[in-house]
């Protein structure tokens, strides 16, 4: 059974900002390094974002300045904040833990985000 559950995806006009997130199981949050990553059919899936256990966190050069990845504790929850969205946002977004995701293995349906010009 998957332990990462995606959501807060949706339509938005470019400019606008939505909060994605990725509720995992406990023993999931607690020791992984867990990230954002997106994909649009016919490309790769590529990363957005990441956050370690201590809070050290990665982008991707489009969207540094723009998205914001962060987690919660209490609720063992990873967020992804994004503000000043672009039509080339538009994408499914996934999450999935980076040990996981460098092997190519347990990934969800994820969270369409559309972002409209």
């Known amino acids: 059974q998957r332990q990462l559950v995606e959501s807060g995806g949706g339509l938005v006009q470019a400019g606008g900002s939505l909060r994605l997130s990725c509720a995992a199981s406990?023993?999931?949050?607690?020791?992984?390094?867990i990230g954002w990553y997106r994909q649009v059919p016919g490309k790769q899936r590529e990363m957005v974002a990441t956050?370690?256990?201590?809070?050290?966190?990665t982008y991707a050069d489009s969207v540094k300045g723009r998205f914001a990845i962060s987690r919660d504790n209490a609720k063992a929850t990873v967020y992804l904040q994004m503000n000043s969205l672009k039509p080339e946002d538009t994408a499914a977004y996934h999450c999935n833990t980076l040990f996981n995701a460098a092997r190519g293995i347990n990934w969800g349906q994820g969270t369409q985000v559309t972002v409209s010009s």
């Open positions: 956050i370690s256990s201590g809070d050290t966190t």
């Open positions: 406990r023993s999931t949050f607690s020791f992984n390094t």
